[in-house]
């Protein structure tokens, strides 16, 4: 007998996956939580019925979201991460012995316990002495934080369900009061090529520009998430990813990545012109 994994990317497109066995099915207090073992991909979780972690294409997505603001500003030294439970944004901020505290604001620990549990590859780093875990909702977590990080990273779901408030301006207003006078917001940023997606990218966009001086949007390739085309925001109080990244300082460091190089600091930056025109747009 097959298994197949069947994610609903639009109402009318289908992205399935041949599975070995089903590892782990919990409701949470949050969410759905389902593990995998696939032919393809590796381990890999969804949360109620969407792809977020697989063992093949995360090195994508946690360089991206990582390697560009440290690139960009080698001197953070305090990061919070909102979401991120299965550790592999975490993972990649423990590599820069330069940061000195990294916390991280994950909603639901059975996220974060159950990715120790099947996926040591991204959960690995959450001992670091460096990083101290809450188990909270992020959203009231920057509530009335001033000038307290460097650099935040909304590692989040998509703007159902928890992830609803991370998407808000009221989110937003307090991420920009969090940061310092050099700070910088990367977030998850949905996608320009399905139309649901396009919409929260637009909406998310909309928001931020208004907020920050710097306000630029980033793509790469993830082969499981909707289209394979997803996107990143940059925002920042002063540097600016393509003038200011010192990037051959980020070469000298001699951090081995996968997906992430100097090159695709300046590329992932051009977007297409369906996607630049539509971020023009609003
Ligand atoms: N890379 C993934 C993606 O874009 O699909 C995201 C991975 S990570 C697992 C997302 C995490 O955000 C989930 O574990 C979820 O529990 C957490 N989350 C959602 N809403 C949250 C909130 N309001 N505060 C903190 N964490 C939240």
Redesign the pocket.
């Given at each position: 007998m097959e298994l197949w994994y069947t994610e609903e990317h639009t109402d009318d497109v289908r992205f399935s996956i041949k599975v070995k066995e089903q590892l782990h099915s919990e409701q949470s207090e949050?969410?759905s939580i389902d593990f995998f073992d696939s032919y393809e991909f590796g381990k890999f979780?969804t949360?109620d019925g969407?792809?977020?972690?697989n063992e093949k294409d995360?090195f994508a997505?946690?360089d991206m979201?990582v390697h560009v603001p440290m690139a960009t500003n080698p001197n953070i030294k305090k990061v919070l991460v909102?979401?991120?439970?299965?550790g592999?944004?975490v993972r990649e901020l423990t590599r820069y012995a330069s940061i000195e505290k990294i916390d991280m604001?994950?909603?639901?620990e059975r996220?974060?316990r159950l990715?120790q549990k099947y996926l040591p590859i991204t959960a690995s780093k959450l001992e670091d002495e460096r990083v101290n875990l809450y188990f909270?909702?992020?959203?009231a977590?920057v509530d009335g934080l001033e000038k307290a990080y460097d650099l935040i990273l909304v590692?989040?779901?998509?703007p159902i369900?928890?992830?609803?408030?991370?998407f808000s301006k009221a989110f937003y207003d307090n991420c920009f009061r969090a940061l310092t006078d050099e700070g910088i917001l990367v977030n998850?940023h949905e996608s320009p090529y399905y139309d649901r997606d396009a919409k929260e990218m637009k909406r998310s966009h909309s928001k931020i520009k208004k907020l920050f001086p710097v306000s630029k949007v980033y793509q790469f390739h993830m082969p499981t998430?909707p289209s394979g085309h997803?996107l990143f925001g940059f925002a920042s109080k002063k540097y600016d990813p393509l003038k200011d990244a010192d990037l051959d300082a980020w070469n000298k460091l001699g951090l081995k990545t996968k997906y992430y190089n100097t090159n695709i600091h300046i590329g992932c930056f051009m977007l297409p012109t369906f996607a630049q025109d539509m971020l023009d747009e609003v």
């Open positions: 949050f969410q979780f949360l969407l792809m977020m972690v995360e997505y946690h979201i909102i979401g991120g439970g299965d592999g944004t604001v994950e909603i639901d996220v974060v990715s909270e909702d992020g959203v977590f590692d989040s779901t998509d369900g928890p992830g609803e408030g991370l998850q998430y997803w």
